[in-house]
């Protein structure tokens, strides 16, 4: 039977022994080949990246920057509004507190009105930039130092006539063509609503027939641009017999869209209906800085028109219910809240019972906080602070 052994014999033992030192100095030879053919290429790419850097003006090149996103371009719709401080030398009228009272209803058998056009330099909210707006001027009545065009106010039935005059003299810095447009008109648009060069006028006669608040505006193109930058007031058409009350006050909500400090008004923000400010008479919380005196008990009626030219008004006196509301020549009893479009108006009857201080706003509150709201103040009620950030 075949036996299986691992012994090795003698002479083949010896010969392995003799081979083991010749196999290892092989693969020493090879792994010190190898290093020198890395070493020979390292130098190589050295030397190719040195005269790179030579080439382009010697010294070593320095490290890559690390890689950085661009930064998104800011859509001008979302630019802030300019501060005051970042108005330094644009010159600017100083504000005047716009009065609330409104206007009686003038003599004669006719009711004569001449309407200007004022372009002027004015805040909107005092901590913010000047903006050029363009108001109208009524019988020589101006606001100077706020956005506001003084309210036109007649009788239901009476003939009214308009004497429009774009800039009648330098000091009105009329540059460019303007229109008027009377809600409460019946009358043809293209022969009477048409654009007017600086210095020139215009005559449009009419019966108001219907009873209301009414917007009278400026219908040159683009007429968002125009409205947007204050062209824009409120024409009061007393109903028949409409009773006698205590005092009668005047509001009209407008909104601004600032542009570079001084400049018109900027259209990326009107079309992306964003404004800055929403305010009441031309001036941001200018009814919170000077509050309206009002007595306790009196029978109030406000006038309101939201001229726009793009948000909804919510106009809403805090602390008390209105008798009576009329919008849009609808009647409504015990109503807390006017609900006007663009262009609509109407008005609110009012007792404060108790003395103090009621706040008037647009409960559309992402508009009231920037700057549409004023307040009622009746004696005997504590004094009424101004605003943060403002002085009296």
């Known amino acids: 039977m075949a036996l299986i052994t691992t012994e090795t014999p003698k002479d ?9 030192p010749d196999e290892r100095r092989t693969w020493l030879l090879f792994g010190m080949g190898l290093t020198a053919l890395v070493a020979i290429v390292a130098a190589a790419l050295a030397l190719v990246a040195i005269a790179g850097n030579e080439g382009t003006g010697g010294g070593p090149r320095p490290a890559a920057p690390a890689a950085t996103v661009a930064a998104a371009p800011v859509d001008p719709a979302d630019v802030p509004a300019p501060t005051l401080a970042e108005a330094k030398g644009v010159a600017f ?42 108001t109208y001027t009524v019988n020589g009545r101006a606001y100077t130092g706020a956005a506001a065009s003084p309210p036109i106010v007649v009788d239901q039935g009476d003939h009214v006539q308009i004497r429009f005059v774009n800039g009648a003299s330098k000091a009105m810095h009329v540059t460019m063509a303007h229109s008027i447009d009377f809600h409460s008109a019946e009358v043809a648009p293209n022969r009477y609503y048409v654009d007017v060069a600086p210095g020139k006028s215009e005559t449009i006669a009419f019966t108001a027939a219907h009873p209301g608040v009414f917007m009278y505006h400026c219908a040159t193109q683009p007429v968002l641009m125009h409205v947007g930058a204050g062209m824009a007031g409120m024409m009061v058409v007393r ?11 005047w509001v009209v909500q407008s909104e601004f869209y600032l542009g570079k400090p001084g400049a018109p008004t900027n259209m990326a923000k009107l079309t992306a209906e964003k404004p800055d400010v929403v305010a009441f008479n031309g001036y941001a919380n200018q009814y919170k800085l000077h509050p309206i005196a009002v007595r306790r008990g009196e029978r109030i009626r406000i006038w309101v028109l939201n001229a726009g030219p793009t948000k909804w008004s919510a106009f809403h006196v805090i602390g008390t219910v209105f008798d009576k509301a009329v919008v849009e020549n609808t009647a409504f009893q015990d109503s807390q809240t006017m609900s006007l479009a663009p262009s609509q108006g109407g008005y609110a009857e009012l007792t404060l019972d108790q003395q103090g201080n009621y706040p008037f706003v647009t409960h559309a ?18 004094a009424v602070p101004p605003p943060a950030g403002m002085k009296r």
């Open 239 to 249: 109903p028949k017999g409409l009773a006698p009350v205590d005092r009668e006050l």
């Open 365 to 382: 509150f992402g508009d009231m906080v920037k700057g549409a709201a004023g307040m009622l103040h009746t004696e005997g009620a504590p």
């Open 93 to 134: 009228e100083p504000y005047h507190v716009v009065d609330a009272t409104l206007p009686a209803v003038p003599p004669g058998a006719v009711k004569r009105f001449t309407v200007g056009v004022d372009q002027h330099v004015v805040q909107v909210d005092p901590a913010l930039a000047p903006t050029e707006a363009w």
């Open 12 to 20: 083949q033992t010896e010969a392995l022994a003799a081979a083991e």
